[in-house]
T-cell receptor, first 114, second 118 residues
Framework: AQTVTQSQPEMSVQEAETVTLSCTYDTSESDYYLFWYKQPPSRQMILVIRQEAYKQQNATENRFSVNFQKAAKSFSLKISDSQLGDAAMYFCAYRMNTGNQFYFGTGTSLTVIP | DGGITQSPKYLFRKEGQNVTLSCEQNLNHDAMYWYRQDPGQGLRLIYYSQIVNDFQKGDIAEGYSVSREKKESFPLTVTSAQKNPTAFYLC?????????????????FGSGTRLTVV
């Protein structure tokens, strides 16, 4: 069974600093997709970044980047130049290349300190 | 613009009542999902459907029911058998992956419904 683990229930970062959120997953599949979603106080789920497992290059979206280590089954999210608007719950998610179901971690609550 | 609409945003239920949460999408997605979110527990799958008139139980289906009479709609009924229904409910949709490479492999989420038992 696929599982996604986020071992940091809460994290904090000073404004303008860099923070890394951890995510590991368990799968026997070789082809899959990984995601980081942000859930601000509005509760709307927002896609932050995504990664295809067959791509070796780490995905980057502006201040957000990932460190994808396929052999280690690790998918961490780095937020650079943290802003107050980055404060939210962050969920890591996994999806196989067939079928439809996503598997979510339990989330990391990020606080940004002014 | 395409998207998912959940209604209502807030819902109050008296004990013993059934209530129905609405989820409509105009993205032409085949698959739709219902998740429950409680503090500290992330998202837990209630039901999902990948085709009209067919759906499967997720991890916490007891006390819930769904229907999929139209591709666009996937309503969730919280029945009186659900003993602790107070939670935030999220609906999502996606294409069904078949193993071929595609860039459209993500979820689209609705804005959620907060259900409270009074």
């Amino acid at each position: 069974a696929q599982t996604v683990t986020q071992s940091q229930p809460e994290m904090s970062v000073q404004e303008a600093e860099t923070v890394t959120l951890s995510c590991t997953y368990d799968t026997s599949e070789s082809d899959y997709y990984l995601f980081w979603y942000k859930q601000p106080p509005s509760r709307q789920m927002i896609l932050v970044i995504r990664q295809e497992a067959y791509k070796q290059q780490n995905a980057t979206e502006n201040r957000f980047s990932v460190n994808f280590q396929k052999a280690a089954k690790s998918f961490s999210l780095k937020i650079s130049d943290s802003q107050l608007g980055d404060a939210a719950m962050y969920f890591c998610a996994y999806r196989m290349n067939t079928g439809n179901q996503f598997y979510f971690g339990t989330g990391t609550s990020l606080t940004v300190i002014p | 613009d395409g998207g998912i609409t959940q209604s209502p945003k807030y819902l109050f239920r008296k004990e013993g009542q059934n209530v129905t949460l609405s989820c409509e999408q105009n993205l032409n997605h085949d698959a739709m999902y219902w998740y429950r979110q409680d503090p500290g527990q992330g998202l837990r799958l209630i039901y999902y459907s990948q085709i009209v008139n067919d759906f499967q139980k997720g991890d916490i289906a007891e006390g819930y029911s769904v229907s999929r009479e139209k591709k666009e709609s996937f309503p969730l009924t919280v029945t009186s058998a659900q003993k602790n229904p107070t939670a935030f409910y999220l609906c999502a949709s996606s294409i069904v992956l078949s193993g071929a490479t595609t860039s459209n492999y993500g979820y689209t989420f609705g804005s959620g419904t907060r259900l409270t038992v009074v």
